[in-house]
């Protein structure tokens, strides 16, 4: 029963190039209060009548949206109906929310995920058109490179995805366009089920090896140094540019204890607590490095703002594929990681969540302040 609440209302979290756009967005958050506030009320035990209810309100409203919306978000709006009515086992309903893809008019993202749903109503006549229509599609580089990754880890279309990828090779221009595509075939490696599980790390060496004066290069270098990286290492340098424009890297915080937080939307689990850390330990020697994970600038200084981070933010737009993320495979939020006044890494991975984490951060603060 939770799964179908979940996938009814978060179909899209697989499509990480298909941005929610503005009206989509906003009936998304109506469905989710809808659907938080019937739990609520039932006291978190649906039946199935219940469920059926927020199918038929669900659907009702996505039909309306539909009536009256063009481009991604009716690509988003048609593949949630497609999904709401296919986990609630109305097939023929699915069915017809899929066949009104128009594939001229619909990102090549959106039509695999169609093809994906379609594959689960086990008509691979639709499922094939729907994919060959977003494999021809054009599209940038980022979108072809998703496409390749959802064809090879979802549909495991594997043919198809080695012919983007290698087609995306073949046209790159330069050295520096090759390495952004290895690093594509690296993370779709990562996500495929059907390898070695360490198949990826071995691309990872492949790519810095071919290409160690690219940017894609240097960051898989980085990522290779952070896997095998353990307290009592030296910390991976790192620079970049904050919210205000300033300038920010660790060769300049020398001497220091630096604390290093990842964050993004839910910034307020850890904001009281690292507020705390720095109105402690500031004086003593302790410098918090926030880097945002966020994509929109105003809203990351708006976030900063708001949940007390006064210490310098590193920001340069790109969401959780930020550069220091990238390098040090950050990839859950928040995460922090502790650098004593050495350099070297006194804690690679704090969990703040509860009482203890909190605990033993504070702990490895006082340690590393401690020291001369």
Sequence with gaps: MRRLLNTAIAVLSILAALRAQGGFAELKTRLDAERDALVRAKDGRLAFDDVQKLATSAAAQLERFLAASKGDDAANARLMLANVWLDVGKTDAAKSALLGFDPAATAPLALVAAAELAARLGDDALRERLTVAAVDAEAPLEQRMALAIFLATRLVDLPRAEGIFAAATAAAKDDEARAHVAWYRVNCTRAREDVEEDAWVEELKALEKAYPKTYWGGVARDRLRALESKPGDAAIPFAGTSLDGQRIALSELAGKVVLVEFWGERAERAGPFLAKLHADYAERGLVIVGV????????????????????????????????????????????????????????????????????????????ALGKS
Excluded at 347 to 364: F, H, K, M, Q, Y
Aim: glycine residues 8%; hydrophobic residues 45%; without cysteine.
């Design 292 to 367: 945002a994970a966020l994509e929109d600038r105003a809203r990351a200084t708006a976030l900063a703002s708001s949940t007390g981070r006064v210490w310098p933010q590193l920001f340069d737009g790109r969401g959780l594929a930020t550069d220091l993320a990238l390098r040090l495979g950050v990839e859950r939020l928040p995460e922090l990681l502790l650098i004593d006044r050495q350099g070297k890494l006194a804690v690679t991975s704090a969990w703040i969540d509860d009482a203890d984490g909190r605990t033993e951060l504070r702990d490895a603060i006082e340690r």
